[in-house]
């Protein structure tokens, strides 16, 4: 279902960073379009 | 085993606060300059939440950044604490001060060195001429400074009023454009005076100190070295350090504490006796928070320029002190996850000194001030870290998982640091360490700061740099 659905990640410094979120995503079959790491503060 | 025995200690003789509270630069805050442009009806909105001096200063966070409450006193405080604010509060604290706009004019003045700034002579006479320091200031009719604007200076506001202009410093300079002059000599001036302090509270003379190193969070330089930097070599003049030199440290909101190991580092090998370790306030983050803060009807609370200065030498009997045998840096290798960095800054550097993690009294971590950052739902940052900390325990069999709670109030403290970047990066705990270890209320503190190196799209990697500070009974 999730197979060629495309993804923007953003993730968190302190929390989960984009590119561990992204391989996950990746390894379900997602198709990351975008990823990147923000710091909040 | 043999490491345990050695420790290796640098004396921390002190560490001044400063905090200076400029409510009209907050328009020059990278977030507000972008914002007010494109929606120019924020302008007024920003205006009737800004805070004066006196409600800046009987804020609770600042009065724990100063020295005159306990993070521990602070936890204690209701909430909302822009509404709780500390009665009878004071601008001067056991750690330093709190510095008003005028002042904070009045050194720009003093400081600057190329003409870049003007101040209205009748303004300047009435309220700026009793903080002069340093170099006369250039003063200008009103009409003067209204044309100086025109031209494209930088106006300098005192509520409604334009009382002063800053100009750029090169015609074609990108890196020399008012509003970066404007941060670069803001961040000179506040990192100066908290050095200042920390002379005046240890009884040292500027003469003393042979190297100064700068944390600061601009980036001096004109367009072919942009950073260059050595922002440390004109703070270090500007506080009469005839005999030091110095050099900029730069890692992100890590740098600080880099900074600290640089410092600790060069008095271990002999090359210097007496290093200050300074930073001045970022004039980029005010306000970065204010669309937030302006929607839940709340003052814009970064409206501060934080600075701190730290004076390192070698370690004396029953001193606090750095131990230089704890330092972790976070490896390349090492991955990125708040695990990873509880990991190589908590728990690998104590395992190497026989500790687990239970066995550190208190840990100073990212210590934002939460009522600033939830707002805007980026969390509790300090809580965050603590927990991961604790969660780190609890994997590692140190304590149960119901005792993460416990964890966290034993062993960490509210967050009341403005959201400076280097400033709530760790640092700002070492004066309440240093408190608490001469006191005997705590044995040792591991200092834990990160850096958000993604920021600069160079590397997807964070950053982070540890050490223990604890009093040197050897």
Redo the contacts between chains.
């Keep these: 279902m999730q197979k060629g659905k495309k993804i923007i990640a953003i993730g968190e410094r302190d929390g989960v960073p984009g590119p561990v979120i992204a391989e996950c995503l990746e390894g379900a079959g997602y198709e990351v379009v975008f990823q990147a790491t923000e710091c909040f503060v | 085993m043999a490491d345990l025995a050695k420790p290796v200690r640098i004396g921390i003789e002190g560490v001044s606060y400063s905090l200076t509270h400029v409510p009209d630069l907050v328009r020059y805050g990278s977030k507000p300059l972008r914002e007010l442009q494109a929606r120019p009806e924020l302008k007024e909105q920003l205006s009737k939440r800004l805070r004066n001096f006196a409600a800046a200063t009987a804020y609770a966070p600042h009065q724990v950044y100063i020295g005159n409450i306990t993070p521990e006193q602070l936890a204690e405080v209701a909430k909302p604490w822009y509404e709780k604010l500390i009665e009878g509060a004071t601008p001067q604290g056991r750690f330093g001060d709190l510095v008003d706009q005028t002042q904070c004019y009045a050194l720009l003045a003093g400081a600057d060195q190329f003409d870049l700034v003007a101040f209205e002579d009748r303004w300047f006479g009435e309220h700026g001429a009793r903080h002069a320091i340093g170099r006369a200031p250039r003063l200008r009719s009103g009409q003067e400074i209204q044309s100086l604007c025109d031209k494209g200076a930088l106006p300098l506001y005192d509520g409604d009023a334009v009382v002063g202009a800053f100009e750029p410093g090169h015609s074609e300079d990108a890196n020399l454009v008012a509003e970066v002059l404007l941060e670069n000599l803001a961040s000179k001036v506040t990192a100066a005076h908290s050095l200042r302090l920390a002379l005046r509270a240890l009884q040292l003379q500027a003469e003393d100190i042979d190297f100064v190193i700068s944390c600061s969070e601009e980036a001096v330089g004109d367009r072919y070295n942009r950073g260059g930097g050595n922002l440390a070599k004109a703070i270090a003049e500007e506080v009469g350090c005839v005999n030091a030199s110095g050099c900029d440290t730069k890692a992100f909101c890590a740098g600080p504490m880099y900074a600290m190991v640089h410092g600790a580092s060069l008095i271990q090998s002999g090359i210097a006796k007496k290093v200050a370790v300074v930073a001045g306030g970022s004039l980029a983050k005010l306000g970065m928070k204010f669309e937030s803060h302006l929607k839940k009807n709340m003052p814009v609370l970064e409206d501060m320029l934080g600075s701190f200065a730290a004076i390192l030498s070698p370690a004396q009997p029953n001193q606090p002190s750095i131990r230089l045998d704890s330092v972790a840096f976070h490896p390349v290798g090492a991955g990125?996850?708040?695990q990873a960095m509880a990991e190589y800054l908590a728990e690998k550097p104590l395992a190497k000194l026989g500790m687990k993690l239970t066995d550190v009294d208190r840990y100073g971590v990212?210590l934002?001030n939460p009522e600033i950052?939830v707002p805007?739902?980026?969390?509790d940052?300090p809580r965050?870290?603590y927990l991961t900390l604790a969660a780190l325990a609890v994997m590692r069999g140190q304590i149960q998982k119901s005792q993460m709670e416990d964890f966290v109030r034993r062993r960490g403290m509210v967050g009341y640091a403005p959201?400076q970047?280097h400033i709530?990066s760790a640092i700002v705990y070492l004066g309440h360490a240093l408190d608490h270890l001469r006191a005997g209320r705590i044995r040792q503190a591991l200092l834990i700061a990160?850096g958000?190196l993604?920021?600069g799209r160079m590397t997807?990697l964070?950053d982070g740099c540890s050490f223990l500070v604890d009093r040197n009974e050897a």
Excluded: I
């Design positions: 990125a996850s708040p990212e934002h950052t805007s739902g980026s969390g940052v965050t870290n959201t970047g709530p990160k958000s993604f920021l997807q964070s």
